[in-house]
């Protein structure tokens, strides 16, 4: 609770002092966490390659998985998927529902011969990845228990003086526009507080990573493999917020406000990728890579609007839209990974991988602007993460059975492990192949309905995902 008080407290202070977009730790979070995408069997494998390699996914996690190609090959891998959202605001229970379409992956692999020497064969290719689905519903209503969002306005207008509006947040500024704040003797005050508002937040948001690899691997000797990539990853985020106060007792002469937020996203991240596998016998395999910080170059625009209504004025006060537009920088953490595998002959395997990612690395940067408050937080309070994930597949002459487990652990204190489940199936002929696959993650969080502890919002996450794979080998 003591973290929370802080994170809440901090994101406060920024929304006064920060640019009107107020980016913060979470948007670092958002663009340093993946899913499990790829191709279906990667994807029934719940993406534990790291020591097997020959999947075009592998250039996105361990590169050298490249290297284990004997043959060139296409794969394509179109998904459906569907989220489900359930909240818990002041006992009050409420669900929203998302579905789409999506590519997991699109991408090729070219084999560039073999060699009579040690050095077997070099490989090469280029894979595009969905790493993220922003896609998503989220719905909050419940009855206030003695607080609103106006007070936070208060709170920060007067923290930042008479003086000084101009350093005051979109949502303060509107405050004072629509009459919810007022100044009386050199202060800000609320004339006709809402005591026990309903108050509903209802959020829209959608967009995606994707991530395009190169990729170049080479095999020495059938026993070490070695690949490097470089990833180029394209980011859209875009997210629709609607905020309501509503007095439902006629208590206040504040009938209700309503503040409506549009933010979009844009931008691209570059990062590099090195991995090994070492083959130790015919049924042991070890594997183990190194993904650097990805650095997204990122432009927000952002635009809110306020409404107020009152007992005894003919026409609402409206803040018309306040526009802006934000340069800036993030740098996600590092990644580390060690794998191993079992191999049972040409019947089956059993593979796991565990990540090391130290989310306190991530940061934020703009010309002209430090984010020192959003990165203390993400230096204080968030922590390292360990991931697993373990996969396993029987073979029986030309189909496959697929089934996987990954725990991705919690990277700060308003998050819960993320687990997720997977199973696929798959038919192999000499020059071509169909997978299918399906995923079932789960994962909770505190929400802040505004920046106080009492605003408190659980928040769990389920999701669903079912995908095929079309691969031509030649």
């Not at 003797?185 to 991530?211: D, H, N, R, V, W």
């Not at 209700?256 to 049924?283: A, P, S, T």
């Not at 937080?377 to 189909?399: M, Q, S, T």
């Amino acid at each position: 609770m003591k973290n929370l008080i802080r994170i809440s407290f901090t994101l406060l202070c920024a929304a006064i002092i920060q640019p009107a977009t107020a980016q913060n730790e979470f948007d670092v979070l958002r663009y340093s966490q993946q899913e499990i995408n790829g191709t279906s069997k990667f994807t029934g494998m719940a993406g534990a390659v790291g020591a097997l390699g020959g999947d075009i996914t592998s250039m996105s996690y361990n590169p050298a998985g490249l290297a284990i190609y004997r043959k060139s090959e296409f794969t394509f891998t179109p998904l459906f998927y569907s989220n489900q959202n359930s909240t818990s605001y002041n006992e009050s229970q409420n669900d929203a529902n998302q579905a789409g379409l999506s590519i997991g992956n699109l991408g090729v692999v070219f084999h560039a011969g073999e060699n009579t020497g040690k050095w077997i064969g070099v490989n090469y290719g280029f894979n595009m990845t969905k790493t993220a689905l922003f896609t998503e519903n989220i719905f909050i209503q419940g009855t206030s228990e003695g607080n609103s969002l106006v007070d936070q306005y208060l709170n920060e207008a007067n923290n930042a003086g008479i003086g000084n509006m101009d350093n005051l947040s979109s949502g303060a500024y509107g405050a004072f526009h629509t009459y919810l704040i007022d100044t009386l003797f050199g202060e800000f005050f609320i004339e006709s507080p809402l005591e026990k508002p309903l108050q509903t937040k209802s959020t829209k948001q959608y967009g995606k990573m994707a991530e395009y690899s190169f990729a170049l691997g080479g095999n020495y000797d059938d026993r070490l493999y070695l690949g490097a990539s470089f990833g180029y990853t394209v980011v859209k985020y875009n997210s629709r917020t609607e905020y309501l106060e509503f007095d439902q007792d006629s208590i206040s002469a504040i009938n209700f406000f309503e503040i409506k937020e549009e933010l979009g996203v844009l931008g691209h991240g570059l990062n590099l990728k090195i991995g090994m596998i070492y083959k130790l016998n015919k049924w042991l395999r070890m594997g183990a890579s190194l993904h650097t910080p990805t650095k997204y170059y990122l432009h927000n625009e952002f635009e809110l609007s306020m409404e107020a209504q009152y007992d005894d004025v003919d026409e609402d006060y409206i803040f018309d839209p306040d526009r802006s537009e934000f340069d800036y920088t993030i740098k996600t953490p590092y990644k580390a990974t060690a794998s191993t595998a079992i191999i049972f002959g040409k019947k089956g395997l059993i593979s796991a991988d565990f990540e090391f990612v130290d989310y306190s690395t991530g940061s934020l940067k703009a010309l002209g602007y430090s984010f020192s408050d959003a990165n203390n937080i993400i230096e204080d309070d968030f922590k390292p993460a360990f991931n697993l994930r373990v996969g396993a597949e029987w073979r029986v002459h030309n189909f496959s059975l697929r089934a996987g487990y990954a725990n991705y652990g919690s990277p700060d204190v308003l998050s819960s492990a993320r687990t997720t489940y997977t199973g696929g199936i798959g038919w192999r002929e000499k020059d071509f192949f169909v997978d299918l696959a399906y995923a079932l993650s789960s994962s909770s969080n505190t929400h802040l309905l505004y920046n106080t502890v009492s605003s408190n919002t659980e928040i769990s996450s389920v999701r669903h995902k079912g995908m095929f794979t079309v691969g031509i080998n030649f």
